[in-house]
């Protein structure tokens, strides 16, 4: 949805609703709810953030630490990839997903997926999932920027000061920060997160 918002004098941030939860624009629904989206595998790690929390900065984290720890992995696996898609794929954006199953192991994969549709495959729980926080401050912020410079998906044309009433509220594309990291603290499906 998007527009105008009378209710903060200005335009709305453009986003996708799944259940009553908002997403990034470019998410697949039937990838956001598909709990059988790849084939979990013992050494797979998924990443997942509130959009603008650190995402990339700790999937090069978890990339590097496999690398160090793996030497003898070919050079074309993905993991070598200075290609980020390539690399980490997004598996609730349906270009990031094909052939994901046939991509070697290990395998780090990403998601801003709401707790309540985290890909994990129900057979599967001790997949690896690491959950990043930050400061809501400095993802605000991020969030804004991110915003403007992606204009054509965001439809944002808004100030600052009304952009935090939207973040504050939840309209943003991954709605609100605090109920989305809420969910992970709380894990109520027991699944095996490192914080």
């Known amino acids: 949805s ?13 986003h996708a609703v799944i259940d009553d939860l908002s997403y990034p624009v470019i998410v697949s629904e039937n990838l956001v709810k598909n709990k059988n ?8 790690v998924m990443v997942v953030t509130y959009p603008r929390s650190g995402t990339t900065w700790t999937l090069d984290i978890v990339r590097y630490i496999h690398l160090a720890q793996r030497p ?5 696996h993905p993991l070598r990839s ?11 954006r349906g270009k990031d997903v094909i052939g994901i199953d046939e991509k070697e192991s290990p395998r780090v994969m990403k998601s801003h ?11 599967f729980k001790q997949l690896r999932v690491i959950h990043v926080m930050r400061n809501p401050k400095d993802v605000l912020c991020s969030l804004y920027h991110h915003c403007l410079s992606h204009a054509p998906a965001f439809d944002y044309q808004g ?3 009304e952009f935090v009433g939207h973040f504050m509220k939840g309209h943003v594309a991954a709605g609100n920060y605090w109920d989305f990291n ?3 603290l709380e ?8 914080y």
Do not use: C, M, Q
Request: glycine share 10%.
């Open 2 to 14: 998007s527009g105008i918002n009378a209710e903060y004098g200005g335009y709305t941030i453009r």
């Open 37 to 44: 989206v790849f084939t979990a595998r013992e050494d797979g």
């Open 72 to 76: 003898a992995l070919p050079p074309n």
């Open 82 to 92: 200075e290609n980020e898609v390539t690399a980490v794929p997004w598996i609730n």
């Open 113 to 123: 997926n709401h707790y309540i549709h985290l890909n994990v495959p129900e057979d």
């Open 159 to 161: 100030t600052f000061e």
């Open 182 to 184: 809420l969910g992970f």
């Open 187 to 194: 894990n109520k499906e027991g699944y095996n997160i490192l």
